[in-house]
């Protein structure tokens, strides 16, 4: 809790906590159907209608109600960039700890293969994926997943490398401390925090990277909603309807922002470094 | 004639609202040309802010001088107000009439720039002088710090050179310009003990030829004996007393100076040395530890195949046992194989060869882990995220014991004789102070009941007086619980108040072993000697140390190598030096 | 061994996998090479007629065959046949590159001119209002996907101005500069505007770290000006991390921009790839993505070469 509190003294934490509350409370009710009106009912009288008190977002080109298909998306959106984050943190802590812990040929060949994951530009690597599988939701889940794992995994290499090398650490080997008790005690309890901040990041970056996907049609598939789907489509109705494009811009941008300034925020209270230069 | 410095009811404060965060709380002082003057104190006691503040480097850390004057003398005879002058006139002032160096010069030097590149720079700033004129001039600069082979080392980059060599040129470049004031920030902090005799012996030899002022800002009074004239000593931000060297030295007035010069270790040549002990001749009791041809070599590798070419010789053939209720302290400097020698004992370092034994404590029962060990940093050392209870429960655990009642009672007893409150076991360790995190380690190494405790620095990293605290209780605590102590140390103050029997390392052997008083009295071995004769105490007022340009011998050995056998020359009961050839 | 060996002797290793990688992912693809090359009308082939294509394209063998084949051709520049544009992968690669690189090459221009500058003045800023200006529009700029982006310029240009850029055939820059670049500013605009904010970002936190070293201290004992500090003794060494960025960057940008080419219709390696994928080229996929992990791959080698030109601790090896 003692968290919390700090997040919302700081400055760009409270801003970013505020959004990133707000957004996962629109997630949850898009989730739940609670949304102004049924995200795929086409309106056909109102189609392409300017924002009022009925259609706060006005509507798109079948009618349909932009402010509860961006609900909609939103939600859809959290689902891929929180299951895609889970995954690669889950796979990259695991491999970046068994890298620093075995060292010598173990760390090797995992950090050469993500090497080789690394050498390719994210949405490419992506895109490989994708042409694999098809395109669909869990397969972008799966795409962001392996395009991030490689870097959870040297986030957590190196500070297990240098945790290692800590005196705590050698004074538990002095005891002569089991291998789990060093791993989950010494190693993971202090990983907690860098991990937490590139949790944050992690979470703003496969946001940006599902509206991507979405936008080049490779990811969520119509009519489901999402908002890089929605941004495609407003393409070439831009000066008749440039509510289709302000509104999903604008929540997108707000929602990387939010995790952004969180993420920034949390590396600030959590960062050692920054900690002790402030004690 | 005015004073070449005059500072009045100097305060500097931090952060936002300085006023009411000062650190330096008016503190006054004269200093005239050619006059050293030592600021001594503890951390946190404001010296390093207040020599920051003469050029106004303080400026770019955050601080501000809240009010007083400084001024400053110019060579042309006016005299300029540091504290209220602009910057401008600043960086005028700084490297051509005020010169500094710092504490690390390692981190203090550009590593990206060439050592010439950062002497040149300031002919160029203050003289006016570039290109061949300017090299010749850093030239000359680096001959005068008496660094070999000047003209090729301009091209060196710093991380080329040693942190001895890295200070030479920190002067130089500070002296470049003939300033008439050098600020010395903690020169030789970092350093090892006979570098700095070797940077104190250049410093005193530089203000003879040039005359200059010079302000020392130090922790430890007796460096300051052989070289300052005038001594301020510094408590919370206060001036406590300041005066000339004998007068402060001889009969300080104020408890503070007292206290700094009574309780905190100065090294005595051995006359303080424990006599509450004697090795029983012949032995009563097995040793606690015995150690034999213990040798620790790392691979050397090179080429593209990475294949071995040599050995680095850390530690060769190091032999010696430890009684119990005996401190035996193994001395050195860096790169002697010191610490090695203790990781290995514990295990953290694979020997290459040799053996050790070590027996259980007699005297207290349940002992699981006859050698524990201490570790210099006690920030270092305890795990952060896990509370007092955790840390001194894990070795119980990793025992194979539970958290019984019985480990809580031991925990609490432990805790009360390191002198902890109670209420600490909720804590977490960044709630402690240096000096009491370390007697948190104390209590970790104790919960099994060991017969061998390993001090690995174990007092280096605190203040000087948290330092004689924590060393009493080390010796309380080898009497109650009979333990055998190795600490392992480079302050020849620190060890000569808790060793029995000394060893001395260097380059990974013993040179000297044996009873700590006749070793320090009377040293035999040219470098147990060397190392002596280069340890600072008040007794030694106003005397240089010879300049002497040894380097350490190289640890890299061929494969194959091995040192020859040792032939012990024996002087007296229990003194062994390593014969010379 | 020291650094720059040891990166010269994995960066093959890498390169192997890359490619072992790029040509599994293809073989996974669900259904036989043919069919999925010619859809429904695969079904009228004849046997023979099957069994010629297949050896046409090199699919008759085992994998390993046929990777061996694939492998020994690529070494020699031979990635095969497109399908789509019936000529040889490399060909319809290198028509499309040029552009490509002129792109990434415009946007770390722009990222580099305005979010260097910006950051080191932040920096030296720290903590005060015009600080804080440039630390918030650096973080939008990072936050805005850059088809957001693309698609306001447009929006801006048609709805305040009636005009729309040009998206017409595309002009190279060396048969009308003036008119080429026309074509890639706003581009390369879009693609410089989260760069340029993420070097801002790297070089302020760079330089701040700098700012607080020993030897900056230093360098002010010896009275150097507050210029010389900035420029002479802390930016070289605050530059690693932000050539560290900018090469990753530029080497992603490197495998094309696919959504910037996709909205200001450039036809760029990005758009390739995606149509290829979408066509079921899997040579020119193949190849493609083979050709861009390379790109990416000597980009940050010149990166780690450059690392060697700023610190001569990494020059000198001992890191």
Known sequence: ????????????????????????????????????????????????????????????????????????????????????VALAATAGTVLGLAAAWFGKGWDGLIMRVMDVLLAFPAILLALLIIAVVGPGTWTSVAAIAIVYTPIFTRVVRGPALSLKTRDFVDAARTFGSSRHYILTRHLMLNLVAPLTVQVTLALAWALLTEAGLSFLGLGTQPPASSLGLMLSDSRNLIEMAPWLLIFPGLAIMIGILGFNLLGDALRDILDPKMRRAAA | MTPLLSVRDLHVGFGRDPAAHEIVRGVSFDLDAGETLAIVGESGSGKSVTALSINRLIDFGGGRITRGAIDLRRADGGVIDLAAAPERALTKIRGGEIGMIFQEPMTSLNPVLTIGEQIEESFRLHRGLTGRQATAAAKDALDRVRIPDAARRLKYT?????????????????????????????????????????????????????????????????????????????QAGEAVEQGALDAVLDTPQHPYTRHLLGAVPHFEAGRAARSDYRRPEPPVAPPALTVEGLTVRFPVTGGLLRRRTGNVHAVDGVDFDLMPGETLAIVGESGSGKSTTARAILGLVQPTRGAFAANANTRESGNRAPVQMVFQNPYASLNPRLRVDSILAEPVIAAGGRLSAETTARMTMLLERVGLPLDSLQRYPHEFSGGQRQRLCIARALMLNPSVVVLDE??????????????????????????????????????ERIAHRIAVLYAGQIVEIGDARSVLSAPRHSYTKQLIAAVPSIDRRHETFALDLRQVPSLIRPLGFEPEEAAWQRFGADHLARAEG | MNYLTRRLVTFPLVMLGVSILVFVSIRLVPGDAITAMLGTEAGLLTPDQRAALEAYFGIDQGWLVQYGRWLAGALQGDLGISVTYGKPVLDVILERFPLTLELALLSMAIALLVGLPAGVFAATRNERSSDLVVRILAMIGQSTPNFVVGLLIIFVLSVGFGVLPVMGTFTPFFENPLQNLGQMILPAITLGFAFAASVTRISRSAMLDVLSEDYVRTARSKGVPALGVIWRHALPNALIPVVTLSGVEFGYLLGGAVIVEQIFALPGLGRMVLDAILQRDYALVQGSVLFIALNFMIVNLIVDLTYALLDPRIRLGDR
């Open chain 1, 1 to 84: 809790m003692s968290l919390l509190r700090a997040i919302l003294a700081h400055p760009s934490g409270r801003i970013g906590g505020v959004i990133v509350g707000v957004y996962l409370l629109i997630a949850l009710l898009g989730l739940l159907g609670m949304t102004p009106h049924d995200p795929l009912m086409q309106f056909r009288v109102d189609r392409l209608h300017a924002p009022d008190a009925v259609y706060w977002m006005g509507t798109d080109l079948f009618g349909r109600d932009v402010a509860s298909r961006l609900m909609l998306g939103i939600s859809q959106s959290f689902v891929v960039a929180f299951a895609s």
């Open chain 2, 458 to 495: 174990a007092v280096s990293a605190l203040d000087v007086s948290v330092q004689a605290k924590v060393l009493e209780l080390l010796v309380d605590l080898q009497k109650e619980f009979g333990l055998a102590y190795l600490f392992v140390s480079h302050d020849m103050a620190v060890v």
């Open chain 2, 158 to 234: 710093p991380h080329q050179l040693s942190g001895g060599m890295l200070q030479r040129v920190m002067i130089a470049t500070a002296l470049s310009c003939n300033p008439r004031l050098l600020i010395a920030d903690e020169p030789t902090t970092a350093l090892d003990v006979t570098v700095q005799a070797q940077i104190m012996a250049l410093l005193a030899e530089l203000k003879r030829e040039t005359g200059m002022a010079m302000i020392f800002i130090t922790h430890d009074i007796g460096l300051v004996a052989g070289i300052a004239d005038k001594v301020m000593v510094m």
